[in-house]
Nanobody, 124 residues
Framework: QVHLAESGGGLVQAGGSLRLSCVAS????????AGWFRQSPGKEREFVAT????????YYADSVKGRFTISRDNGKNTVYLQMTRLKPELPAVYYC?????????????????WGQGTPVTVSS
């Protein structure tokens, strides 16, 4: 397992942008796939984006495709989620997740390590 710490959340107006970061500890992070998920109050945690360990395979939820970009810098043990054209949805906590597989996946059960989350609120 790796320890993950998210940052970058906050309050933003609809149409605005935010960049989330997830810093990992542990040498194995660079060979793990990573993902971003989000959860609003009273709702289940849902998939947002995932990236393979090499960064060559990426998947997005349909709801964010074309607006969000996931990327990673293995030299810095960091995964990013660039969010643009944010919509006035329910507030959500965004969670970073990692490994222990190399391939990108959208399945929550595949991820063994989770961060504490960073909150994002989009105002209308």
């Amino acid at each position: 397992q790796v320890h993950l710490a998210e940052s970058g959340g906050g309050l933003v107006q609809a149409g605005g942008s935010l960049r989330l970061s997830c810093v990992a500890s542990g040498r194995t992070f660079s060979i793990y796939a990573a993902g971003w998920f989000r959860q609003s109050p009273g709702k289940e945690r849902e998939f947002v984006a995932t990236i393979s360990w090499r960064g060559d395979t990426i998947y997005y939820a349909d709801s964010v495709k074309g607006r969000f970009t996931i990327s990673r810098d293995n030299g810095k043990n960091t995964v990013y989620l660039q969010m643009t054209r944010l919509k006035p949805e329910l507030p959500a906590v965004y969670y970073c997740a990692a490994g222990p597989m190399a391939a990108a996946t959208s399945r929550i059960k595949d991820f063994g390590s989770w961060g504490q989350g960073t909150p994002v609120t989009v105002s209308s």
